[in-house]
């Protein structure tokens, strides 16, 4: 399986060639970059261009991007207005954040990259069927913009009542939007179950996020021995039931305990490799 990690362990420090570097330096094959002002403005040139000139010359691929969830670069804590949600059933709200999940695609046009990873939705959001409306539009037009930049949309599930397995399987088959999924294995360690989500799932599964928790705290834990509840053993058989190999992508949060998280990533990726 490919060995990436996500960006999100360091997302609260400016994205930099050198942060890049440590990561490709630790054998590691392949990037999601978690799109946060605080951590790569997508709509700063110069940073922009900084890490195009990089990745042209560098063996890291960059596997995907995590669309953005807000404005500001305090994780929304700017006030309501800084949320970004393909969900907002105002039309005109909803056109200026689609607007905002555009510019961070068109990173593509400088850095290729071969996924999306949307969000359906906020965390704790309940179901509604105007939301769904709204996420349909939102997603029609996105899939469009960002195939021609050769990016394909994953959805990812969450913890709401909007985005769980059978929620999103249930969307794509009604809309028939050619998505594809990104399997949070932590969030649905949290929801229906690791293999509950996968069973409905796996037919559309493209990528992975790959972190650990207690069954209720979205707390995105390094996967280790005595982190959390998720059941690897089983969830890797799973992984490799299917004829392709999914990417394992980790996706956890920075522990302040961790002298060297990026030694830490290795020994998880050896261990879940061997379970």
């Known amino acids: 399986m490919i060995h990436a990690i996500s960006t999100h362990l360091f997302v609260n420090h400016r994205l930099t060639t050198a942060g890049l570097e440590r990561i490709q330096n630790a054998g590691i094959t392949a990037v999601e970059i978690f799109c946060a002002k605080q951590h790569l403005d997508y709509t700063n040139r110069a940073q922009v261009t900084e890490l195009k000139h990089w990745f042209r010359d560098s063996e890291l691929q960059l596997h995907s991007l995590h669309a953005p969830m807000y404005t500001d670069d305090v994780w929304g804590r700017s006030g309501p207005h800084a949320v970004i949600t393909i969900t907002e059933p105002v039309k005109s709200k909803r056109i200026a954040m689609v607007d905002e999940i555009k510019r961070a695609i068109d990173l593509a046009e400088h850095i290729p990259f071969r996924y999306l990873i949307q969000h359906v939705g906020v965390g704790g959001e309940p179901f509604d069927e105007r939301k769904l409306d709204a996420a349909f539009s939102s997603l029609d037009e996105l899939h469009v913009f960002a195939k021609q930049r050769g990016v394909e949309v994953l959805l990812e599930n969450i913890p709401n009542e909007l985005s769980t397995a059978e929620r999103l399987v249930y969307f794509l088959n009604e809309t028939h939007l050619p998505l594809g999924i990104c399997f949070d294995i932590g969030h649905a360690h949290m929801c229906e179950g690791v293999e509950a989500a996968f069973e409905l799932m796996k037919d559309r599964i493209r990528s992975t996020h790959i972190h650990d928790n207690d069954g209720t ?34 996706e956890v949060k920075e522990n302040p305990e961790l002298k060297n998280p990026l030694e830490t990533c290795l020994q998880i990726f050896e261990r879940l490799e061997n379970l």
């Not at 005595?226 to 980790?250: A, C, E, F, H, N």
Request: overall charge negative; proline content about 9%.
């Open 217 to 250: 705290n979205d707390a995105h834990l390094f996967p280790t021995v005595d982190s959390g509840t998720v059941d690897w053993k089983k969830t890797m058989d799973l992984l490799r039931s299917r004829p392709d190999q999914y990417p394992l992508l980790l």
